[in-house]
């Protein structure tokens, strides 16, 4: 995939993305950050252009009982 057609994008998967676009507001929000520590050779062969790797730091969120407004 070309770097010109990732940065056009909303969300991912590309051909069926989770949500439409719009103007969302969340409130009420729990969250547990993970964040480890990965091989940098292995994770700069996973990511795409035009992203760039600069460190070899992983981040995994869990999001628990939030709601979610469009107004």
Request: hydrophobic letters at 35%; a positive charge; glycine letters at 2%.
């Amino acid at each position: 995939m070309r770097k010109e057609e990732v940065v056009k994008q909303f969300t991912t998967p590309l051909d069926a993305g989770a949500f439409p676009l719009g103007t969302y507001h969340f409130y009420k929000r729990e969250y547990l950050n993970i964040i480890y520590r990965t091989d940098l050779v292995r994770l700069r062969k996973m990511v795409p252009e035009p992203m760039e790797v600069t460190s070899p730091l992983c981040r995994s969120v869990w999001r628990r009982n939030y709601i979610f407004s469009t107004t």
